[in-house]
């Protein structure tokens, strides 16, 4: 049973946790426009073209790997792109070439890349799939966000004193703990019907912790579920000698489904949030 205080616990939830690397991969971005750099100044030579299209099927026809440069002026991250209206419908590729040059001159006049480039909206090529490419990095937010937590929580245990591949493992399946430490955990993998997945494990002497985490700064319904599915979970191992389920959790999405959380505090003992990791629990806990 947990005897702090649930209010006071959920009231130091953070809003975000986002480092200064969560919102754009410099490196990603600029390596991702050196690889096709001079093929898009070569393309910089149709920029302010009287004649764009006759220079365009020049340029394709002496140096046909520019036409690769070509999604990413749209921001498109594939090497096919598919369009149709009145006079048909395409999927062209622009790794190999599956039309004429006359029908990607199309493509080229269709999508406004012929206005844009030939009217000087860009001055360069190279600057504009930069910035291009800046803002599909910032897609990638979310998947970096849904690392944070982990990474988080994984600089945290490595201050506590654990090495990685010596005691303390990222992302464990129930199966190999059961194999590593010859433990029997059909209690909580319903006899093996069910393959659990942890964040980490760490393994001390006499105990063997399994982690999860996650951090929700928005609500949604997945937080209910959640904390009924780890509820269960820790009772579960509760039942099960020489294994400990701990709950690293936090964000403010929480606060509107203050419930469901309650329940699981209310009898799971191992449930911490970052507050509880910077004020040192994790030397305290794994021992």
């Known amino acids: 049973m947990n005897n702090r205080d649930f209010d006071e616990w959920i009231d130091k939830f953070r809003a975000s946790i986002s480092g200064y690397d969560y919102y754009i991969d410099f490196n990603k971005v600029v390596d991702n426009v050196e690889m096709i750099k001079v093929e898009l100044n070569i393309l910089n030579t149709l920029i302010g073209s009287n004649n764009i299209e006759s220079d365009f099927e020049t340029i394709i026809a ?23 209206d009145e006079d048909g419908s395409f999927l062209y590729n622009f790794k190999k070439m599956n039309y ?40 990638g937010r979310k998947n970096r966000g849904g690392h944070q937590m982990e990474n988080l929580i994984e600089k945290y245990i490595k201050s506590a004193g654990f090495e990685k591949g010596k ?13 590593k430490w010859g433990i029997d955990l059909g209690a909580i993998s319903n006899n093996s019907k069910a393959e659990k997945r942890f964040d980490f ?14 951090f929700y700064g928005g609500t949604g319904s997945k937080l209910g579920e959640t ?54 629990i994790m030397k305290t806990i794994f021992k």
Not at 272 to 279: A, F, Q, T, V
């Open 201 to 214: 494990v760490v393994k001390t002497e006499n105990m063997i912790y399994a982690i999860e985490t996650n």
């Open 227 to 280: 904390a009924r599915s780890y509820k269960l979970l820790s009772l579960e191992s509760d039942t099960i000698d020489g294994f400990t389920f701990v709950w690293f959790t936090d964000g403010l999405g929480w606060k509107s489904t203050k419930g469901n959380l309650r329940e699981t505090f209310d009898v799971m003992e191992h449930l911490y949030s970052i507050d509880d990791i910077e004020k040192g």
């Open 100 to 139: 004429s040059i006359e029908q990607y001159k199309v493509f080229m006049r269709k999508t406004g890349l012929f206005d844009m480039i030939a009217n000087h909206l860009v001055n360069n090529l190279v600057d504009y799939a930069l910035g291009v490419e800046t803002g599909l990095d910032s897609n």
């Open 62 to 84: 002496r140096y046909p790997e520019t036409l690769k440069c070509i999604p990413l002026l749209l921001a498109v991250r594939k090497n096919e792109i598919y369009a149709q």
């Open 167 to 179: 005691n303390y493992y990222k992302e464990m399946n129930l199966s190999a703990i059961e194999e």
